[in-house]
């Protein structure tokens, strides 16, 4: 079992930063693959931004990508999403989400991810 725990979300205006961080701890199971993933009012789950854990490989919802930054705290099992340039369509529920194994092809998919933390709002207003 995976728990993930989600920080760092907030209330910003367009334009603003924040930085959401998600942290990993388990006894049987080590995730490889994190990801977030961003659920908006009467919007669909979508994928923002996912990594494979001790690797470069970062993939990026193209609505973010030259925005938003993921990276990995070093060896440990924590990620934060550096989020700039916030727009108010930004505005969601933040979900920390992770599995074991590969990212894959199905990496943006949320019916792939095992483990899901407890979402933190992100809200940018214009």
């Known amino acids: 079992q995976v728990q993930l725990v989600e920080s760092g979300g907030g209330s910003v205006e367009a334009g603003g930063s924040l930085r959401l961080s998600c942290a990993a701890s388990?006894?049987?199971?080590?995730?490889?693959?994190m990801a977030w993933f961003r659920q908006a009012p009467k919007k669909e789950r979508e994928a923002v931004a996912v990594i494979t854990l001790g690797s470069s490989s970062i993939y990026y919802n193209s609505a973010v990508k030259d925005r938003f930054l993921l990276y990995q705290d070093g060896a440990e099992n924590t990620v934060y999403l550096q989020m700039n340039y916030l727009k108010p369509e930004d505005t969601a529920v933040y979900y920390c989400?992770?599995?074991?194994?590969?990212?894959?092809?199905?990496?943006?998919?949320?019916?792939?991810?095992?483990?899901w933390g407890q979402g933190t709002q992100v809200t940018v207003s214009s």
């Open positions: 388990g006894r049987t199971d080590r995730p490889t693959c």
């Open positions: 989400a992770a599995k074991s194994g590969t990212c894959g092809a199905t990496r943006f998919a949320t019916n792939v991810y095992k483990y």
